[in-house]
C-alpha cells in the first residue's frame, strides 16, 4: 500500500467524493482457559505508529492460542494509519471502537465526505490519516470494517471498553458518546462500577492524570488506563499489557526503547478528589 503526500489530501477527498461511496492493585483472576496456556494481550492506543506496534507485537511474541484485544484508536496522528488498520482487520486479533475511528466513520458517511465532521476528523489527527492511503478503495474498505467494531468487551473478570461508562447509568443505557469519549466522570469516580470486574481502558493519555508520569499506567477505583500516549512528544510509550501474567510490554515509537515491567512497578493509583482538582487546575491555565 503506498502512501500519499499531504499535498494530495484534497485530491483524495475529490476522488471519493466522486465515486460515490479500588485503592488497591487488582488481581484478575487469570484467564479461564489458563490450563491450555492461553494469554489475554491488551494493546493501547496506538494511533498510526505502525513500526511502533510490529515492535511491541514481537516482544510480547503472541501464540495462536492467545487472545489479543486493542482498545480502539488505531489510527489519527501517527504516520501509518493505513497500515495499523489493514494489519489489525487481517489479523485474528480483536478490536474496539475508539474515538477517532468514529471521528473517521462520521466524516465519511455512506462513503462519502462530510464537510462539517470531516473538519473536524482532520483537526483531530485525521489529516495524516488520510494521507496514509495511496488506494482510496482501501480507504472505503476500512471505513465499512471500523463499522462492524463492538464498543465494549466483557471477559468475565475484565471488562474492556475504549473511554469508559457512566457511573450513574446503567450499560443498556449508554452510548458510543460514553463508551468512546467519557473522561473525568468516569475517572473520578469513588465506586467500582462492576464490583467483580476490572475496567481496561485507553482514551485518556495517563500522564495527563495527576502525579502520573509517561509511560505509566493510571488505576482509579475499578479501572485501569493503558494508554500511554504513543504519539504524544511528551511520551512515545506504546503499551501491551499481558493480564494473565501481569506483566506490561512497553515500546517508544520515537526513540525505539523497550521494556518489560511488572504490571505493579508501573501503576500509578488515582483519587477521585485528585482528577476533579487536576481538571480545574489545567482549566485555569487556559
Sequence with gaps: MSLVPYTTVSATLQ????????????????DRMSGTGHRRIIIGDVHGHYNGLMTLLD???????????FLGDLIDRGPDSAHVVSFVQHSNYTCLLGNHEQLMMDAFPNGRPFTPALQAWLYSGGRATLASYGDTGVLLEHLNWMKTLPTHLDLDDIWLVHAGVHPLLPIEAQSTQEFCWIRDEFHSTSKPYFPDKLIITGHTITFTLPKVAPGELAQGHGWLDIDTGAYHPKSGWLTGLDISNRLVYQVNVFTEAQRVLQLDEVITRIEPAQVLAHRQTLLNRI
Excluded: E, F, L, N
Excluded at 476522488?15 to 487469570?30: D, F, L, N
Excluded at 516482544?59 to 484485544?69: E, F, S, W
Design 15 to 30: 476522488w471519493i467524493w466522486a465515486t460515490s461511496y479500588s485503592s488497591a492493585v487488582y488481581k484478575t483472576k487469570g
Design 59 to 69: 516482544a510480547i511474541a503472541p501464540g495462536k492460542q492467545d487472545r489479543v484485544y
